[in-house]
Protein backbone atom coordinates (compact mmCIF):
# COMPACT_ATOMS: atom_id res chain seq x y z
CA UNK A 1 0.00 0.00 0.00
CA UNK A 2 2.81 2.36 0.58
CA UNK A 3 4.37 1.93 -2.71
CA UNK A 4 0.67 2.75 -4.28
CA UNK A 5 0.44 6.22 -2.26
CA UNK A 6 4.07 7.17 -2.95
CA UNK A 7 3.45 6.49 -7.01
CA UNK A 8 0.34 8.74 -6.90
CA UNK A 9 2.38 11.64 -5.02
CA UNK A 10 5.25 10.99 -7.49
CA UNK A 11 2.20 11.45 -10.26
CA UNK A 12 0.95 14.36 -8.62
CA UNK A 13 4.64 16.05 -8.40
CA UNK A 14 5.31 15.22 -11.86
CA UNK A 15 1.90 16.29 -13.63
CA UNK A 16 2.13 19.84 -15.13
CA UNK A 17 -1.46 20.26 -15.35
CA UNK A 18 -2.26 20.76 -11.49
CA UNK A 19 -0.25 23.54 -10.86
CA UNK A 20 1.04 25.80 -13.80
CA UNK A 21 4.09 28.23 -13.24
CA UNK A 22 4.29 31.66 -14.96
CA UNK A 23 6.91 34.35 -14.44
CA UNK A 24 6.78 38.15 -15.50
CA UNK A 25 10.37 40.16 -16.23
CA UNK A 26 10.46 42.71 -13.09
CA UNK A 27 9.61 45.53 -14.73
CA UNK A 28 10.98 48.40 -11.95
CA UNK A 29 14.03 47.36 -9.48
CA UNK A 30 12.90 46.30 -6.07
CA UNK A 31 13.98 47.94 -3.36
CA UNK A 32 15.41 46.09 -0.68
CA UNK A 33 15.03 48.65 2.51
CA UNK A 34 11.62 49.34 1.99
CA UNK A 35 9.28 48.10 4.38
CA UNK A 36 5.38 47.89 5.39
CA UNK A 37 5.81 50.97 7.80
CA UNK A 38 7.64 52.93 4.64
CA UNK A 39 3.97 52.29 3.16
CA UNK A 40 2.00 53.61 5.70
CA UNK A 41 4.46 56.49 6.42
CA UNK A 42 4.37 57.65 2.58
CA UNK A 43 0.49 57.73 3.34
CA UNK A 44 0.59 59.95 5.77
CA UNK A 45 2.87 61.99 4.06
CA UNK A 46 0.45 61.81 1.08
CA UNK A 47 -3.16 62.28 2.88
CA UNK A 48 -1.83 62.99 6.83
CA UNK A 49 -5.74 64.04 7.08
CA UNK A 50 -7.38 61.10 5.32
CA UNK A 51 -8.70 58.34 7.74
CA UNK A 52 -7.05 55.65 7.92
CA UNK A 53 -8.44 53.26 9.88
CA UNK A 54 -12.21 53.16 11.83
CA UNK A 55 -13.22 52.10 14.70
CA UNK A 56 -16.58 51.59 16.13
CA UNK A 57 -18.30 53.93 19.17
CA UNK A 58 -20.32 53.03 21.97
CA UNK A 59 -23.20 54.91 20.02
CA UNK A 60 -22.61 52.41 16.71
CA UNK A 61 -20.59 54.66 14.78
CA UNK A 62 -17.90 54.87 13.18
CA UNK A 63 -15.36 57.42 13.93
CA UNK A 64 -11.46 57.78 11.91
CA UNK A 65 -7.70 58.02 12.80
CA UNK A 66 -6.24 60.30 10.35
CA UNK A 67 -3.36 58.04 8.24
CA UNK A 68 -1.21 60.89 10.36
CA UNK A 69 -2.56 60.01 14.01
CA UNK A 70 -2.26 56.13 13.16
CA UNK A 71 1.25 56.51 12.02
CA UNK A 72 2.38 58.43 15.47
CA UNK A 73 0.66 55.72 17.11
CA UNK A 74 2.56 53.26 15.16
CA UNK A 75 6.14 55.22 16.43
CA UNK A 76 4.63 55.31 19.63
CA UNK A 77 4.40 51.35 20.18
CA UNK A 78 7.41 51.06 18.50
CA UNK A 79 9.59 52.98 20.54
CA UNK A 80 7.70 51.23 23.56
CA UNK A 81 8.74 47.69 22.58
CA UNK A 82 12.12 48.89 21.81
CA UNK A 83 12.23 50.39 25.47
CA UNK A 84 11.10 47.35 26.92
CA UNK A 85 14.19 45.36 25.30
CA UNK A 86 12.43 43.78 21.80
CA UNK A 87 15.15 44.36 18.75
CA UNK A 88 15.19 43.21 15.83
CA UNK A 89 15.50 39.60 14.84
CA UNK A 90 12.77 39.18 18.35
CA UNK A 91 10.11 37.23 17.91
CA UNK A 92 6.83 38.83 19.12
CA UNK A 93 3.53 36.89 19.92
CA UNK A 94 0.31 39.17 19.73
CA UNK A 95 -2.37 37.02 21.42
CA UNK A 96 -5.86 38.86 20.06
CA UNK A 97 -8.89 38.20 17.71
CA UNK A 98 -9.21 40.84 14.96
CA UNK A 99 -9.27 44.28 15.88
CA UNK A 100 -7.82 47.56 14.84
CA UNK A 101 -5.46 48.04 17.45
CA UNK A 102 -3.65 44.36 16.20
CA UNK A 103 -2.74 46.10 13.13
CA UNK A 104 -0.99 48.85 14.63
CA UNK A 105 0.84 46.78 17.29
CA UNK A 106 1.54 44.58 14.02
CA UNK A 107 3.15 47.57 12.17
CA UNK A 108 5.03 48.84 15.25
CA UNK A 109 7.04 45.32 15.46
CA UNK A 110 7.49 45.00 11.37
CA UNK A 111 8.51 48.74 11.51
CA UNK A 112 11.58 47.61 14.27
CA UNK A 113 12.51 44.67 12.64
CA UNK A 114 11.07 42.23 14.78
CA UNK A 115 8.64 39.30 13.72
CA UNK A 116 5.43 39.26 14.46
CA UNK A 117 3.86 35.58 15.88
CA UNK A 118 0.13 35.69 15.48
CA UNK A 119 -2.15 33.51 18.64
CA UNK A 120 -5.43 34.15 18.30
CA UNK A 121 -7.68 33.39 21.64
CA UNK A 122 -8.70 30.72 20.36
CA UNK A 123 -5.71 28.83 19.84
CA UNK A 124 -4.40 29.81 23.59
CA UNK A 125 -4.97 27.44 26.25
CA UNK A 126 -7.94 29.72 28.98
CA UNK A 127 -6.45 32.90 26.75
CA UNK A 128 -2.89 32.81 27.43
CA UNK A 129 -0.20 33.03 25.32
CA UNK A 130 1.74 29.87 25.06
CA UNK A 131 4.67 31.87 26.11
CA UNK A 132 7.34 29.40 28.12
CA UNK A 133 6.74 26.89 25.72
CA UNK A 134 6.77 28.36 22.49
CA UNK A 135 10.14 30.15 23.79
CA UNK A 136 8.48 33.49 23.85
CA UNK A 137 9.55 36.21 27.08
CA UNK A 138 6.62 37.98 28.20
CA UNK A 139 6.69 41.33 29.49
CA UNK A 140 5.38 41.85 32.98
CA UNK A 141 2.37 44.02 33.85
CA UNK A 142 4.80 46.16 35.90
CA UNK A 143 6.20 47.44 32.85
CA UNK A 144 3.61 47.68 30.26
CA UNK A 145 3.94 51.10 28.67
CA UNK A 146 0.24 51.89 30.17
CA UNK A 147 -1.97 51.10 33.15
CA UNK A 148 -4.38 49.46 31.09
CA UNK A 149 -1.96 46.99 29.82
CA UNK A 150 -2.24 43.17 30.61
CA UNK A 151 -1.46 39.74 30.06
CA UNK A 152 -3.64 39.98 26.88
CA UNK A 153 -3.43 42.31 24.06
CA UNK A 154 -7.47 42.02 23.63
CA UNK A 155 -7.74 43.83 26.76
CA UNK A 156 -5.16 46.48 26.37
CA UNK A 157 -5.12 49.89 24.52
CA UNK A 158 -1.48 50.77 24.82
CA UNK A 159 -2.24 54.54 22.96
CA UNK A 160 -4.99 55.60 25.44
CA UNK A 161 -2.75 57.73 27.15
CA UNK A 162 -2.35 59.50 24.12
CA UNK A 163 -5.41 59.05 21.13
CA UNK A 164 -9.16 58.71 22.34
CA UNK A 165 -9.66 54.97 22.92
CA UNK A 166 -12.16 52.97 20.92
CA UNK A 167 -15.32 51.75 22.32
CA UNK A 168 -13.80 48.03 23.34
CA UNK A 169 -10.72 49.85 25.45
CA UNK A 170 -12.55 52.53 27.04
Known amino acids: MGSMTENIADKAINDTRIV ?15 NLFDLLDNRAKRDPEGAMIEYKGDDGTWHPYSA ?11 KGLIGLGVNKGDSVA ?8 WTALDMAIMSIGALTVPVYETNSARGRPPARSAGFSTIPKSRSPSPKMTDSATRSNPCAARYPPCATCS
Open 20 to 34: KQFTNPVKEPIDSDI
Open 68 to 78: QVFRDMVIDLA
Open 94 to 101: IVSHTRWE
